[in-house]
Structure formats: C-alpha cells, structure tokens
C-alpha cells in the first residue's frame, strides 16, 4: 500500500545557489513550504530580486520500510526552471513553473541521512512559457506548492482518468481508466478493483478487470439513483481503484496499491446558441483570478485558495472562474468542484510564443494539465493556446490534436483579442477590450460593450463564442478613486454584462479582473500593482464588484448598494445625482432628511437585459431643492430595497460621518498547527452607519501572541477606510491573540487558535 506523506518542515532555504549545496547541507533559514523565494512588499518594489537562483535542502532520514520499494517526491509546482538532487545525483529537473512533476529517489537512498537539494531559478528564462516578452503578472520563485514524500510499490497506479456517458439519462454509466507506474518495466499481470462511491466511503457499485500491461479500462454500466453535479447541488462521487498484481519472469513479486479520485456527472457544451450545462442554458458571467497575495506571492496554502473559490461564488455570485494565466492551485480547482463554480484552465503563456523548443514545452504543459485536472467537474473547457498571442497554425494544431486525444469529453479554446483569428479550437474565445476606446488597433469600431461575434471572427456563420477579457487596464480604478469614477468602472462593467446577456450567439463574458495584483513595472500604475480588479488586492469589494453580486436572485442574497460616499462636495458640480443604486430588489426608495420618500424602479430602458439592472435616482424622481443647494443643510438619506412590497434591506447614509467603528474580521479563527496555514483579516473603519470611510487617515499597529505571525508589515495604513493582512500559523498549537490599535479608533484584541 502507498504511503503519500506532506513534507512543509525541514526545509533550509538559501537566497543563492552554488554546486557546493548538491553535495554538503550547508547553515540556511529553516523555512516551511510553502515558500516564497523573496516576499516583496506591497507596492514599488524591484522584481528582480527573485529572478535568480534559489537553493533548498533537506535531509530525509532512512526508514526500512522504503526497502525494495519505490520512493519518490512529488512537487505540485516550483517556480519556475528546478532541479532536484539526492546525496549528489541528479533526479529531475523541470522546466515549467505550474504544473506537478516527480524525482525518483529509488536506488539512490542510504542508511541514514539522504540529503535532497532543490535548486529553483526564478530568472525569467526566455526557453520556458511563459517568458521570452513582456507579461503582466509577477512568477515568484520558490517552492511555492506542497512537496510530498510518496512510497509504493514497485508496480503501482500512476495516474486514474474518470469518463461519464449517459449523464441526463436515468442509469448512467461509467469508464474508469488506469495507467500503471512501473519505471522497471516488469511484466504485470493482475486485477483492478474499482469502486463507485460516495464520498463518505459508501460504496455504490463496484466492478473487477484484469490488469496486463500499462493499462485497465473499467466499465460500470447501468447505475441507476446518481445525481448530477451542478452549479446549485454540486454532488459529488469518489472513484477508489485498487490493484493487486504480480511481476517478474515467475510472477513472484507482489503489489499492492490504491487510488482515487473525486468526480461528478455532468454535461458542458458550448454552442452556436449558447452554453448549456446539463442540457440547459446558461449564461457565463465570469471574473478572471490570478493566484497571487501580497508579500508572499504564489507561496499560499489550502485555506486561501480556496477562500477565493468561495468569493467568487458567494460574494460576487459569479458562475466561472478562467484561471489566468496558468495552471493554479488544486486546492483552488477542489473548492470549485465541491461550490459548483466553472472553470475554464489555460496554460502558461502571455502574447509571446517562442522558438520550436519552446513551443515543446508548452506542448508538454497541455497534457500535465489536463492528465492533473482531467477529473474535476468544475472545469467545462480547455485552454490551448497562449494569451493574447498572434496567430501559429503549426504550434495550435499540435495543442489542440493533444487536448482531444487526451479529453475528449469537453471542448477547447484560445484565447485571442485579434479579429478574424483563425479558429483551430471548438470555442471562439476572445478578449473584447473595445468598451468606450478605439486604441490604435481597433480603429474604425464605433464605441460598443462587445462588438458581434461574426465582426469579431471574421466568418459567414455562427460559432460557439465566449468573451473571456473585458474592461481591465482600459479603466484601471483604485478603491480610493473619486466616486464619478467609481460610478464609470461599474457602468462599464454592466454595459458589457447587460450586451452580453441580450446577444444569444454569445456565451457569456469574463471580466478582468476578480482583484487588483501585483505586476512588473512595465504595466499597472507605476506602483508594481494593476489595479483591475472589482476587487482590491486585499479581496475587498470595490463599488464595481457589486456589478457582479447583484446578478444573484433575493432568495440568494439581497444586495442594495448605493455607489455613494454621500457628500455633497466629492462631485463636480457638488451634486450628488445622480445616485445609483447596484441591487436585486424589485424597487427602491430614497428618503433624505424630512422629505418624503422618493421611488425608483431597475432601469430596463438602459439595461434591459441584465437579470437585475441598477436603480438610478436623478431629475426624474427627486427634485434638487429636495436635496438642499450648496451653501444649505446637508441631511442624512435612507436607501430602502423593496422585493413582493416588503422592505427587505435598508442603507443609511449619514450627512455627517465621524469615525465610530473598528471593524474586525477574520474569515476564520481556527487554524491548522500541523501545517502552513493562513486566515485573512480585514479592518474597517466605519461610521455612525456602520459605512466605510473612505478617506480617513490612520495607522494601525499589529502585535501577535502566540504561534502565528503577520504576513508582511505590523506597521499598515488604512487606505478607502479599511486595510488587512493574513496571518499564518507557526507550527505550534495554543491561543493566538492579535492587538489591533489605532489613533482614532481605539484597540481591538482578536482571539484565534491554532489547533
């Protein structure tokens, strides 16, 4: 049986690499994995701190139960060109910085100590995808995903591939597919036991086929009582496959080994008329993430990356996920299966494509994508080609012809921003940024949301089509932006929203982006941040953001957002309509001071396809001396949601904000001891009506007792009324107490737990 061990302790990290450290452990920082090679700070910074060589050491001390057993480690990713040594011989090297690969250990271990040395190069090599141009995303070095100590059997499972058939049909049926890892190349021969069952460990069906060879294929037919994975009951199964075989000339050599995976049944096609998943329609409404933090860079664990599925699903209500640009997190893609949150996963690469080896590698990055990420529900389409890149009908046909042979069972795409693009995929995937610009490459397009899908791809007939960048860097906006801004970044996110939404030949559309991230200093805004995001780098919602969360239906969530700060003097002209208002109600209702309410209804004349357009209150519902001219009294207003008559949520917006509150909020208060683990936490400073305040100024000082500590700096300034920071656990178990103080707002203590 196989033994799969997390090794996050251990490690000994070195800022440098020299071949001394193949052969002798050398003094270091002890560090646990995950790890970021530099942690940079927030903004105006030097990316080329880490784009050079890193070392890693560790030593694995013998156990005798490695003994004629095959011993391996697995990395899920290092960024971005490693290699990987033990007691001075080479074992691996790697050169993509996403996607998982393995060193083989076995026959070069010894009694005793084995010393392993990684060396991971953060220089932006322009061999491997992505570099060789420009990209607009930082590629921190380091070991910055799990590392895991794997021992089996010298014949064992490599890797499971789950096909469902008959997924609508009331007895659906099932392929289980193995391949074996067997680096000797023995003759096998055996039997696979393959169990259908829930993820409770319930078996529901199960099945036995002979295993001779490199392969099995186990059918399960007629299984009747399954229920489908979907966006509201994201059910899923679990496939456990069990090997028993022999090798060798007598077949004296027994193995034994077990593996499964989790999967779920469901239809996802992309059409002429739309995407259907299950057999019925849905409009795509997406963000684009990126899988970075501040200060520690890719280097995240578990609980984060997944608490970003969570947003998205929960707090924005999005149905899509595209992984910008690259392979993330697994965590990240579990999460999404388990909400019922889509995916669309692309390989590495950003506009620039490179030499024919380097078009190999990135040939290579399609099948350890799809082999690592085949099984997730989640994930409804392929992306096979570099982003933003220029046509390349050799490289395109080979990623393409790899995607199918490998998965035939969901459609590809490449994403593209040029017009009449030729289509190698089965999905026209582009990036429309043509929303109010003409930048020199689209000259002559009349300002539009989205221009049609026959403009854009050049053909007489319709293709499945689905717009997978919009806005982004053509109005950057940061959460401390004057509110005409703020006001201008959300129309143009429902603008786009609402034209995608009436145009059934169009999919969906995936905005960019879910949250503002770090970058190289030759984008963004000078400050090494893109401030994109409807979010900002913190994950805290921008006004845009409730562009998206407002989607939802009542029953879900009510959402009732004034794109206010509520003076009288922010504005030109020092007016403050007119007031919109980003909600799912049927209606809302303004009141300031002692005037009487005023009613405003989802403004269907300049959104009339949106599932729930914006209130807007202007000349046509309130008169302006009911507001009071510059010079007079400014009242407080009260914005009240309405859904079947009832009130059902209601805003108040003070005429005189003073600071009251120090909000503090932790998305969790337990965490993990035994291994890297981090919450975020958020501060607020809020009114008399519990409301940001958008431009106070104020420092907040941190102090943690206890087994955690700060990601980045204790010192933080509160900027558009709040600011945050993660905090990570040590290692050890106990009470973990973090003393928030501030000038104005006095000092919080907040009690967590490291278990």
Same mark, same amino acid.
């Given at each position: ?190 039997? %696979?036991?393959?169990? &259908?069952?829930? +993820? /409770?460990?319930?078996? *529901? #069906? =199960?099945?036995? $086929? ?13 299984? %009747?009582?399954?229920? &489908?994975?979907? +966006? /509201?009951?994201?059910? *899923? #199964? =679990?496939?456990? $496959? ?514």
């Amino acid at each position: 049986m196989r033994s799969v061990t997390k090794l996050h302790t251990e490690w000994i990290f070195h800022d440098h690499f020299s071949p001394s450290h193949i052969q002798q452990l050398q003094a270091g920082t002890s560090v646990r994995l995950p790890h970021n090679a530099v942690d940079l700070e927030l903004n105006y910074f030097d990316e080329r701190s880490y784009q050079k060589p890193f070392a890693y050491q560790r030593v694995l001390r013998w156990d005798s139960a490695w003994a004629d057993r095959e011993v391996s480690l697995e990395f899920d990713a290092a960024m971005a060109n490693t290699e990987v040594w033990v007691n001075g011989q080479p074992v691996a090297h790697h050169l993509d910085g996403y996607t998982p690969f393995s060193a083989r250990l076995t026959g070069l271990l010894q009694e005793g100590d084995n010393l392993i040395t990684v060396k991971v190069d953060g220089s932006e090599n322009p061999n491997i995808p992505p570099f060789g141009g420009q990209i607009d995303y930082l590629t921190y070095a380091g070991i910055y995903r799990d590392v895991w100590l794997k021992v089996c059997d010298p014949v064992s499972i490599a890797r499971i591939k789950v096909e469902t058939a008959d997924e609508l049909a009331s007895h659906k049926r099932v392929t289980v597919r193995g391949w074996l890892h067997n680096p000797t190349g023995q003759a096998v021969d055996g039997t %696979a036991r393959v169990r &259908l069952c829930k +993820l /409770d460990g319930h078996v *529901l #069906y =199960q099945t036995e $086929v002979a295993v001779q060879g490199e392969q099995f294929s186990a059918p399960l037919n007629q299984l %009747a009582g399954l229920e &489908l994975w979907d +966006l /509201d009951s994201p059910t *899923l #199964y =679990q496939v456990q $496959v069990e090997l028993h075989c022999s090798s060798g000339e007598q077949q004296q050599y027994k193995h034994h080994d077990q593996l499964s995976t989790r999967f779920g049944f469901r239809t996802a096609r992309f059409t002429t008329e739309g995407f259907f998943l299950n057999g019925k329609l849905l409009k795509i409404r997406g963000l684009n993430r990126h899988q970075s933090f501040p200060y520690v860079g890719y280097a995240m664990g578990q609980r984060a990356q997944a608490r970003d599925a969570d947003i998205l699903k929960h707090e924005l209500h999005c149905n899509l996920a595209r992984t910008s640009h690259y392979p993330q997190s697994s965590y990240f893609l579990d999460r999404c299966d388990e909400i019922g949150l889509l995916v669309f996963e692309e390989i590495p690469g950003w506009q620039h494509i490179g030499n024919l080896a380097w078009q190999d590698e990135s040939v290579r990055n399609v099948r350890r994508m799809i082999e690592r990420d085949w099984n997730h529900p989640s994930i409804v389409i392929w992306g096979v080609r570099i982003n933003e890149s220029q046509d390349n009908h050799d490289f395109y046909t080979r990623t393409n012809a790899l995607a199918r042979e490998l998965d035939s069972t969901r459609q590809t795409g490449g994403v593209r921003y040029l017009e009449n693009s030729e289509l190698l995929e089965d999905v026209y995937t582009v990036n429309d940024f043509c929303h109010a610009a003409t930048p020199e490459w689209m000259r002559g397009i009349a300002p539009t949301p989205l221009r049609e899908p026959r403009q854009v791809t050049g053909l007489a007939h319709d293709v499945p089509y689905l717009v997978t960048e919009f806005n982004g860097h053509m109005f950057p906006t940061k959460r401390i932006d004057p509110e005409e801004r703020q006001i201008e970044h959300v129309k143009r996110h429902l603008d786009v929203l609402n034209k995608a939404y009436g145009n059934p030949g169009i999919a969906g559309a995936i905005g960019w982006c879910m949250y503002d991230y770090n970058t190289h200093k030759d984008f963004g805004a000078g400050d090494r941040i893109c401030h994109h995001g409807v979010m900002d780098i913190l994950r805290e919602p921008k006004f845009a953001a409730f562009a998206y969360s407002s989607q939802c239906e009542p029953s879900e969530q009510v959402v009732l957002q004034p794109v206010t700060y509520w003076a009288r003097g922010e504005k030109d002209r020092c007016e403050v309509l007119p007031l919109w208002v980003l909600t799912n109600c049927d209606y809302v209702e303004l009141k300031v001071g002692d005037f009487e309410p005023k009613r405003a209804y989802p403004d269907r004349d300049l959104y009339p396809h949106l599932p729930h357009a914006p209130v807007v209150f202007d000349g046509r519902h309130i008169n302006m001396n009911d507001l009071g001219a510059w010079g007079m009294l400014w009242r407080d207003g009260v914005v009240t949601g309405y859904v079947n008559g009832q009130a059902v949520q209601q805003v108040r917006l003070s005429g005189s904000p003073v600071p009251t509150t120090l909000q503090v909020q932790a998305d969790d208060v337990q965490l993990r001891a035994d291994e890297k683990d981090a919450t975020r936490i958020v501060l607020r400073a809020l009114d008399q009506e519990h409301r940001l305040m958008p431009f106070l100024d104020d420092v907040v000082h941190l102090s943690v007792s206890g087994p955690a500590k700060v990601l980045g700096p204790e010192l933080l300034p509160i900027k558009g009324g709040m600011t945050g920071f993660w905090l990570e656990t040590t290692g050890e178990t106990g009470p973990i107490s973090v003393r928030i103080r501030t000038r104005r707002l006095g000092e919080q203590v907040l009690h967590l737990q490291a278990l």
